[in-house]
Nanobody, 124 residues
């Protein structure tokens, strides 16, 4: 059984940076696409970023392009989200997710395994 554990969340000021980590256990994640999603208060869970399991292709939601970077370290069975120039609207619970295919996609329903989430709070 796959377990995904997020870490690195916390409180930040606008303009600050945070780095989220997601450690996987139970299965090697190297062949599979991984993603980050978030749920802001009162809103649906939304796609943030994804990275391919084959060639490192990445996709981002428009609101984070140029500020967030997703990466992975297959040797550590981990995926990361570097978040720079944080804004108050980035406040949300951030979730790590894994597909069972290599192609990166942006829909919630395409991901099979999910972490419990880590809170990110950005104040102005």
């Amino acid at each position: 059984q796959v377990q995904l554990v997020e870490s690195g969340g916390g409180s930040a000021q606008a303009g600050d940076s945070l780095r989220l980590s997601c450690a996987a256990s139970g299965r090697t994640m190297a062949p599979y696409a991984m993603g980050w999603f978030r749920r802001a208060p009162g809103k649906e869970r939304e796609f943030v970023a994804t990275i391919s399991g084959s060639d490192g292709t990445t996709f981002y939601v428009d609101s984070v392009k140029g500020r967030f970077t997703i990466s992975r370290d297959n040797a550590k069975n981990s995926v990361y989200l570097q978040m720079n120039n944080l804004k108050p609207e980035d406040t949300a619970v951030y979730y790590c997710a894994a597909r069972r295919a290599s192609a990166p996609i942006t829909t919630v329903t395409g991901y099979y395994d999910w972490g419990q989430g880590t809170q990110v709070t950005v104040s102005s």
